[in-house]
């Protein structure tokens, strides 16, 4: 079966690669390519940039752009062809592969250095050190997520068990968080 590939690919390779390339294909069809990305981010602003001084189309590429709106979710546009490549954390291609899967997805690189999360309090506290988060409530990702499995580490490298120090509530939808953080009684949430 053919393997599909998941192009974590950092946006700003994207764009200084195919800017680089100024030939173009004489009465060729552009190839449509669907690209499916996690979430919209300030991160992937050259891939942006790129789509809209039309880098892409100048090498032959008719690119669309879906909004996932979560890993698992753009997992499954790749593995059933609703995308050619994929935008996520690698958590997924590694649940689709260790869940058995024949045709899986193959990271091959790395979108961005540094996770975008941030830590959002209900209340501006400019004292803050990660001991506040103790015995308080935060709406997290997905568990097994990436933005999860980063808060997590962050935690345990300040001290703070995940499991016992605070609550953490990832029944949320991935995008959701903000807007349930508007009117739900948790102290935090990562965004």
Request: hydrophobic share 40%; aromatic share 10%; glycine share 10%.
């Amino acid at each position: 079966m053919k393997k599909r590939i998941v192009l974590p690919l950092t946006a700003a390779i994207l764009t200084v690669s195919l800017s680089g390339c100024q030939a173009t294909k004489p009465d060729a069809g552009l190839t449509p390519v669907t690209l499916n990305e996690v979430a919209h981010s300030i991160f992937y602003a050259p891939q942006y940039a790129a789509i809209e001084l039309g880098y892409f189309k100048d090498e032959g590429i008719d690119l669309t752009l879906v909004n996932g709106a979560g890993a698992d979710k753009v997992m499954t546009a790749l593995v059933s062809g609703d995308a050619d490549i994929g935008f996520m954390g690698s958590e997924a291609s590694i649940y689709t592969y260790a869940g058995g899967a024949q045709d899986y997805a193959i990271n091959f690189a790395q979108l961005t250095q540094r996770a975008g999360n941030f830590l959002v309090a209900r209340e501006p506290d400019g004292n803050f050190s990660w001991d506040k988060l103790k015995g308080a409530k935060v709406l997290g990702g997905r568990a097994g997520g990436m933005p999860q499995m980063v808060f997590e580490y962050i935690l345990k490298k300040n001290g703070i068990d995940p499991t016992t120090d605070l609550t953490i509530d990832q029944s949320i939808s991935f995008g959701l968080t903000a807007a349930a953080f508007t009117s739900d009684n948790s102290d935090y949430t990562v965004e």
